[in-house]
C-alpha cells in the first residue's frame, strides 16, 4: 500500500512539473516587469505595431525545424501568459473567455510539439523563456491601465495570431520536417478561427469605446 502511495505521489509530481504547474515561468530571468497603470497606452501601442510587424517578417523567413519549433513555442508561451493575465484583468466577460480558450488551445499546441520532439528525429529544442519581443508585449500587458488593457489585449491578439498563422501556413508548405509540416497544416486553421475571434472582440471593444466616447 504504500509502495503504491509513493508511485503515485512521484507520478503526481512528475505531471505537475511536465504539465508546468512547477515549470519555469515564462518570463526572462530575473526580469521585472512594470505595475499595472503605470505604462503609457500611446507608447505601447506603437510598440506593439512595430512588433507585430518584426514577427510577420521573421514568420515568413522561417524553413527550418529549428527555427520553427522556436517560434512556435515561444508563441505559445506568449499566448498563455497573455491569457492568463487577461483572464484575471479583463473587464470583459467575452474577453476572459477568449484568453481562457489561448490557455488551454496553446498548452495543446505547445505538448503536440514536444511530443513530435519526443520522437528524436528533430535536432530542435523549444526555449525555456520569452524572447526580447514577447517578453515587451507581456510588459506592456502588465503595465496597462485597466481603462486600457482590453485594447492593448486585443490588438496584440490579433497581430499575434496573423503572425502565427504566417508561420504555420509558411512552414507547411516550405518546411523540412514531414511530422512539422503536418502539425502545422493541420494547426493552420486553428489559428485561423482565433484570428477571427480575436478580430471580431476587436470591433466590439472599438465600438463600445467609440460609444463611451473614447
Request: glycine residues 6%; proline residues 3%; charged residues 25%.
Amino acid at each position: 500500500m504504500k509502495k503504491s502511495l509513493l508511485l503515485a505521489a512521484s507520478a503526481l509530481s512528475l505531471t505537475l512539473i511536465s504539465g508546468g504547474v512547477l515549470a519555469a515561468p515564462a518570463d526572462q530571468p530575473g526580469h521585472q516587469s512594470p505595475a499595472p497603470g503605470t505604462n503609457n497606452e500611446t507608447v505601447s501601442a506603437v510598440k506593439d505595431a512595430t512588433a507585430g510587424v518584426v514577427g510577420e517578417v521573421s514568420a515568413q523567413m522561417t524553413s527550418t525545424a529549428r527555427g520553427f519549433v522556436t517560434a512556435a513555442a515561444t508563441s505559445d508561451m506568449y499566448e498563455v501568459e497573455a491569457g492568463k493575465i487577461a483572464e484575471d484583468r479583463s473587464r470583459s466577460a467575452d474577453v476572459k473567455a477568449f484568453a481562457k480558450k489561448m490557455v488551454k488551445a496553446h498548452t495543446e499546441t505547445t505538448d503536440q510539439v514536444k511530443a513530435i520532439l519526443a520522437q528524436g528525429t528533430v535536432d530542435a529544442a523549444p526555449p525555456a523563456h520569452l524572447d526580447d519581443r514577447r517578453q515587451g508585449m507581456i510588459d506592456d500587458l502588465r503595465g496597462a491601465s485597466a481603462a486600457d488593457f482590453d485594447t492593448r489585449y486585443l490588438s496584440q491578439q490579433v497581430a499575434a495570431h496573423n503572425e502565427a498563422l504566417i508561420l504555420m501556413q509558411g512552414y507547411a508548405k516550405d518546411g523540412d520536417v514531414i511530422a512539422l509540416k503536418k502539425f502545422a497544416a493541420a494547426t493552420a486553421p486553428v489559428v485561423q478561427d482565433h484570428l477571427n475571434m480575436a478580430e471580431d472582440l476587436q470591433k466590439q471593444n472599438d465600438a463600445m469605446l467609440k460609444k463611451a466616447g473614447r
